[in-house]
């Protein structure tokens, strides 16, 4: 995987998310509440549907429209899952992490 195939923590988290959620439950808003819980720390909106926008773009995840509802003004959410792409950019970025803690003990005396 070259530079620009690694992800970024944030990328990874927003995915995560999308992942546990499925269907009808991973769309913006929906995401952005998973990741405040799971993370604990406060986590903008606004950066949720930045880095969705830009998973897009690269091809890892793809969106689709719902129906509007009269609940959102007319509007119609807006729905996220992981293309085949990004499950593999997920699966390697595990894979990175694990082989990197491998031999680390933090807190180890020198």
Not at 20 to 37: N, P, S
């Amino acid at each position: 995987m070259g530079k620009k195939g690694f992800l970024g923590e944030f990328e990874q988290l927003v995915m995560l998310a999308v992942a546990r959620l499925k269907g009808d439950e991973a769309y913006g808003m929906r995401i952005h509440e998973e990741l405040q819980q799971t993370i604990d720390r406060p986590v903008s909106i606004t950066a949720v549907y930045v880095t969705l926008s830009r998973l897009e773009e690269k091809g890892l995840v793809a969106s689709w429209k719902g129906e509007p509802t009269a609940e959102r003004g007319g509007r119609a959410k807006k729905y996220f899952k992981l293309e085949a792409a990004g499950e593999e950019a997920l699966k390697q970025s595990r894979e990175f992490l694990v082989r990197l803690w491998e031999g680390v003990e933090l807190g180890a005396e020198e």
